[in-house]
C-alpha cells in the first residue's frame, strides 16, 4: 500500500493565517476514507482542531529563505581596475589589464573597433560605451595558462571567479 501525503500549506487550516519564515506550527494527519490528509495548524488554533479520525502530528516550520549570494562582483569593480590600469609599464599589470578587457567586452561594456600594430606590439582598439570614448589595449603573447594564471588572480582581488575563457584570448 502506497500513501500519499499532501504537502504543507504554509497557512493554518482553522484561521487561514500565513505562516511566516521560520514560525513554528503544527501538522496532523486526518485519516479520511483510508486516505491520510494533512492538516496544518498555528499554535494559537491547535487546541482549537477537530481531533476525531486525527492519526498523527508534529511540529514544523517555514524555512528560511536563502539569502541570495552576489557570485561574481558587480562590472564596475572591473571596470574601475581596467581604467587604473591604463598607463601601466609593468608587464604583469598589463596582462591583467588585457585580460579585464576580454572579460569587459563579453560584458558589453567594451566593444572591439579594431586592432593595429606597432614597433611589434600588437593593440586592441575599445570602444568604452559608458564614456563613449576609445581606449588601447596592449594584446601580451599569452599563452592559455597565462590567461587561466591572470584570471585566477582577478578573481581572488574580488573575491569572485570571472569567467573568461582562454580561447577568447587568442
Not at 135 to 159: C, F, M, R, S, W
Amino acid at each position: 500500500m502506497e500513501w500519499s501525503i499532501n504537502k504543507g500549506s504554509h497557512a493554518c487550516f482553522l484561521c487561514e493565517k500565513i505562516f511566516p519564515e521560520e514560525e513554528v506550527y503544527l501538522s496532523a494527519l486526518y485519516d479520511e476514507n483510508n486516505e491520510f490528509l494533512r492538516k496544518d495548524f498555528c499554535v494559537e488554533c491547535w487546541d482549537k482542531k477537530d481531533n476525531e479520525n486525527s492519526f498523527s502530528y508534529w511540529k514544523t516550520k517555514i524555512s528560511k529563505k536563502p539569502e541570495k549570494v552576489e557570485k561574481y562582483a558587480k562590472i564596475d569593480v572591473f571596470y574601475d581596475l581596467f581604467n587604473k590600469l591604463e598607463n601601466e609599464k609593468d608587464l604583469s599589470r598589463v596582462n591583467f589589464r588585457y585580460v579585464l578587457s576580454l572579460y569587459l567586452m563579453r560584458k558589453k561594456v567594451l566593444k572591439l573597433i579594431s586592432t593595429h600594430k606597432s614597433n611589434e606590439n600588437e593593440y586592441l582598439v575599445l570602444h568604452i560605451v559608458k564614456e563613449d570614448r576609445d581606449t588601447e589595449v596592449l594584446k601580451p603573447q599569452l599563452n592559455k595558462e597565462e590567461v587561466l594564471a591572470v584570471t585566477d588572480e582577478i578573481g581572488k582581488l574580488v573575491n569572485c571567479t570571472p569567467q573568461i575563457s582562454p580561447d577568447n584570448a587568442s
